[in-house]
């Protein structure tokens, strides 16, 4: 059946149920005359008169019952199926995929998604862990999580977690063999644990600050790595000094597997943010996410 056919069947249903061209014509939005044209067609089409006219009201002709009898229930089946599917706009469901480094994805978007989501069984979340700085449009993520210092200026930005701090630390057997530095430029005599993220290309450089002094200390030492939880591991083995977040290094300190070092030199800055594009139209699913992580002081 052509589409135009369905069309018409559902005009010609809708002046059946109310039984007048002029309350028909406001409901489907159309003009009284042009809805007239529509059923007029109809009958043609079907070679048979559907609705018997009169000044006062409209009523099916035998024809017309048959056909309505007939096509009623499929097309108000259709329309309640539409309506179903209208309503998943309101309904949080879909597949959401985040890029975020190991740190903020394990110390963040796990615990709050463990909260959230055994309420939404219809949404899917997928987290891709990355150092990188990746273009989330090109890579069709629907957000990042960074640290708010890395965030783009061009993106919506939300914050979900509180300001954070760099630590430097090492084992109390590393600080007994070579004598603790005192201020930034002592750690170019130590042996200290490199990072090279993929987006920088370069070792990381280690960014202090105490008062108005700041300070970009480059240091060397005999290990590298691309991700800081092998950082922290080598910290833990004595093998030399780390420069990484104090929230993720704080039960070691505390425990007296590694000792804080330059504490006065570590200044706050930005936790971790949410960021997406400004074009964006938020899916409500999407939304209930960005709420449920947003930071809460």
């Not at 987006?199 to 700041?214: I, N, R």
């Not at 706050?268 to 964006?280: D, T, W």
């Not at 709420?291 to 002081?297: E, I, M, Q």
Request: hydrophobic fraction near 45%; proline fraction near 6%.
């Amino acid at each position: 059946m052509m589409k135009e056919d369905l069309n018409d069947l559902a005009a010609f249903l809708t002046v059946a149920r109310e039984s007048s061209f002029t309350r028909a014509a406001a409901q489907l939005g159309v003009s009284q005359s042009a809805l007239s044209q529509t059923i007029r067609a109809l009958e043609e089409r079907l070679g048979l008169r559907l609705l018997t006219r009169t000044t006062r009201s409209v009523a099916p002709t035998l024809a017309g019952e048959r056909l309505l009898a007939m096509i009623g229930p499929r097309l108000e089946g259709i329309e309640d199926d539409i309506a179903t599917l209208s309503d998943l706009r309101d309904k949080p469901a879909g597949s959401i995929r985040i890029t975020a480094s190991e740190h903020a994805a394990n110390s963040i978007l796990l615990p709050k998604l463990a909260t959230l989501l055994p309420d939404y069984p219809d949404i899917k979340f997928e987290i891709n862990t990355d150092y990188r700085m990746v273009d989330i449009v090109e890579q069709r993520f629907d957000a990042g999580v960074r640290l708010g210092e890395s965030v783009a200026k061009d993106m919506i930005a939300v914050r979900i977690g509180p300001d954070v701090r760099m630590a430097v630390v090492a084992t109390p057997a590393y600080f007994a063999r070579r004598p603790a530095p005192v201020k930034p430029q002592d750690l170019t005599e130590h042996d200290c644990i490199n990072v090279r993220l993929p987006t920088h290309g370069g070792l990381l450089p280690w960014d202090f600050k105490k008062g108005s002094q700041q300070l970009n200390v480059r240091v060397e030492g005999t290990l590298t790595f691309n991700g800081f939880p092998q950082i922290i591991k080598a910290a833990l083995a004595g093998l030399g000094i780390a420069f990484t977040l104090e929230e993720a290094v704080q039960e070691h300190i505390d425990a007296g597997r590694l000792v804080r070092v330059l504490d006065d030199w570590c200044a706050v800055f930005p936790g971790y943010h949410l960021y997406y594009p400004s074009r964006r139209q938020p899916s409500p699913a999407f939304s209930l996410i960005v709420d449920a992580l947003r930071y809460r002081s």
